[in-house]
């Protein structure tokens, strides 16, 4: 696999640090997979995969979010993207879309979201009908309530403490109980995986479970309803393939029941291919769980059913240095 790195400039001065991973020199690619990150993570945690997708002939982009990784920049900086945060965040994976689409015009490209990154993932389904050809939602869910309660709460301690506090208040909110199934518990993040070793790398993580601002909480709360009102879903396009994934011990699917309520809204717009995949007793992060070779094994097997398999190319990227460059360098969690 070849591992390469660059920005993306954006209008308000922010660069987004974004990663390419290419397989080894002149295999055929014959596909493209782009990746949204959840919460208080970072793309890199995505190289596993993308080592297991560049070795079976596809392109790997992902770029880490405003107030994340190493587009924050500095460790202050994590959990706080500034005003209006997640319609920038899906702006900035459709301008890396863009990007993927003038480099590899030809092949098929998706959207892979988890989390935090299924939910933007769910907005750009209705937002742009044409830059991705199939969309991936890991550890995601459908409609919820409750939602217009944490705005509320979001706004009044906003108002009190301002936009750029760091919440523990909403934090213990959205995270407090999801560790609850899993009594008695080793870390705060058991809820993630049934590998200790897949937790522990997380939780000491430097890049990883920073504590987010009241502003972000706010524009959170306000994308989960924004996703699900009709007016946006009848945008979505029918003909578009959705594969979606998730552990039967998931919280934030709500063990199950909410990734099955989302595939019945999805069913109810007639979307004409959708796909889904609960894995037993799996938690929230299924590409870190113990099973992880055959989730990731799934996904490369919808991918090949889905991929438009008579366009290939050798990839000739000009500029792009053969030179790999490696990944450098309170706790919440990575919804």
């Not at 974004?18 to 990746?35: E, M, S, T």
């Not at 709500?254 to 007639?270: I, P």
Request: glycine share 8%; hydrophobic share 35%; aromatic share 10%.
């Amino acid at each position: 696999m070849r591992e390469y790195t660059f920005t993306i400039a954006e209008n308000d001065g922010t660069e987004l640090f974004a990663y390419r991973w290419l397989p080894d020199q002149n295999l055929p690619i014959k596909g493209i997979v782009q990746i949204s990150h959840g919460m208080c993570e970072t793309s890199y945690r995505y190289i596993r995969l993308a080592e297991k997708l560049t070795a079976c002939g596809y392109g790997v982009y992902a770029n880490d979010h405003i107030g994340h990784g190493r587009t924050a920049g500095d460790p202050d900086k994590l959990g706080m993207p500034g005003a209006n945060a997640f319609n920038r965040m899906a702006n900035g994976m459709l301008e890396l879309g863009e990007i993927v689409a003038k480099e590899f015009p030809e092949q098929s490209r998706f959207l892979l979201g988890h989390s935090m990154g299924s939910f933007l993932t769910q907005k750009i389904m209705y937002d742009d009908r044409q830059t991705y050809h199939g969309f991936i939602l890991s550890g995601t869910n459908g409609r919820r309530g409750l939602l217009k309660l944490g705005e509320q709460v979001a706004l009044l301690q906003a108002k009190l403490q301002g936009m750029d506090h760091r919440s523990m208040l909403l934090n213990a909110m959205v995270f407090g109980g999801f560790n609850r199934a899993f009594r008695p518990v080793r870390t705060a993040f058991d809820w993630l995986s049934r590998d200790p070793e897949e937790v522990d790398q997380f939780v000491h993580d430097p890049l990883c479970g920073a504590i987010c601002t009241t502003g972000f909480f706010l524009d959170f709360f306000r994308l989960l309803q924004e996703i699900h009102w009709p007016s946006s879903l009848k945008h979505i396009n029918p003909k578009l393939p959705v594969y979606i994934f998730a552990g039967d011990r998931d919280p934030v699917g709500l063990f199950g029941k909410g990734v099955l309520s989302l595939v019945e809204m999805y069913r109810s717009l007639e979307l004409q291919d959708i796909e889904y995949r609960l894995y037993p007793d799996g938690r929230h992060e299924m590409l870190h769980e113990t099973n992880r070779d055959e989730v990731m094994s799934d996904i490369v097997d919808w991918l090949d059913r889905h991929v438009n398999t008579e366009v290939t190319s050798v990839s000739t990227l000009s500029g792009a240095s053969d030179e790999p460059e490696q990944s450098t360098s309170s706790k919440s969690s990575a919804l």
